[in-house]
């Protein structure tokens, strides 16, 4: 079975600051990746598909890059509204999770 | 616009069998795309449980694979979730969402929309 380790498990920045999130597949998946966000009591929100393609609405200050093993989520600049968990997920794996909090 | 809602009891004693449903608007489920549910115990990460495609053809994950049953009633546009012998482990928010399949060599799917999800506690 695939095993999806994301790393840091938790970070603090500013606002305004660069954000980036890793993701590790334990076995190579092309470009496979989604990327979710939640926010504190709410439902889990498509941000990225296809590793690398936003969903439609989603602000242009997120990105996804990466293929194979290796995937990033950055936030070019932290907003008060990003403050969330971010998963990655690759079919039924999902991430552990990266918690994003305003310093 | 699709819209997903999951309905069911918030309260389930051990041993006994968690039963949920997912109502579908906005889209006919026979039309297409594989249907699921995710759960997320309280303060921990997401966990894919199974899915279903129109047709009826299923997939589980492995490690529920044993206790858990996914079917589809197209006349009503709905699928709905069983999961047997139930513990206090199992108790989450349990999600229902629609998958986007991309064709690939290996399965390859991300979920889109999601149900506002619903919390079922597993307790005496």
């Known amino acids: 079975d695939i095993q999806m380790t994301q790393s840091p498990s938790s970070l603090s920045a500013s606002v305004g600051d660069r954000v980036t999130i890793t993701c590790r597949a334990s076995?190579?998946?092309?470009?496979?990746l989604a990327w979710y966000q939640q926010k504190p009591g709410k439902v889990p929100k498509l941000l990225i598909y296809?590793?690398?393609t936003l969903q439609s609405g989603v602000p242009s200050r997120f990105s996804g890059s990466g293929s194979g093993t290796d995937f990033t989520l950055t936030i070019s600049s932290l907003q008060p509204e990003d403050v969330a968990t971010y998963y990655c997920?690759?079919?039924?794996?999902f991430g552990g999770g990266t918690k994003v909090e305003i310093k | 616009q699709v819209q997903l809602q999951e309905s069911g009891p918030g309260l389930v004693k051990p041993s006994e069998t968690l039963s949920l449903t997912c109502a579908v608007s906005?889209?006919?489920?026979?039309?297409?795309?594989?249907w699921g549910w995710i759960r997320q115990p309280p303060g921990k990460g997401l966990e894919w449980i199974g899915s279903?495609?129109?047709?009826?053809?299923?997939y589980y994950n492995p490690s529920l694979k044993s206790r858990v049953t996914i079917s589809v009633d197209t006349s009503k546009n709905q699928f709905s979730l069983k999961l047997s012998s139930v513990t206090a482990a199992d108790t989450a928010v349990y999600y229902c969402?629609?998958?986007?399949?991309?064709?690939?060599?290996?399965?390859?799917?991300?979920?889109?929309?999601w149900g506002q999800g619903t919390l079922v506690t597993v307790s005496s």
């Open positions: 969402a629609r998958l986007v399949v991309v064709p690939a060599a290996m399965p390859v799917w991300w979920f889109d929309p």
């Open positions: 906005g889209y006919s489920i026979s039309s297409g795309y594989y």
């Open positions: 279903i495609y129109h047709s009826g053809s299923t």
């Open positions: 076995q190579g998946i092309s470009n496979y």
């Open positions: 296809a590793a690398s």
């Open positions: 997920q690759k079919s039924g794996t």
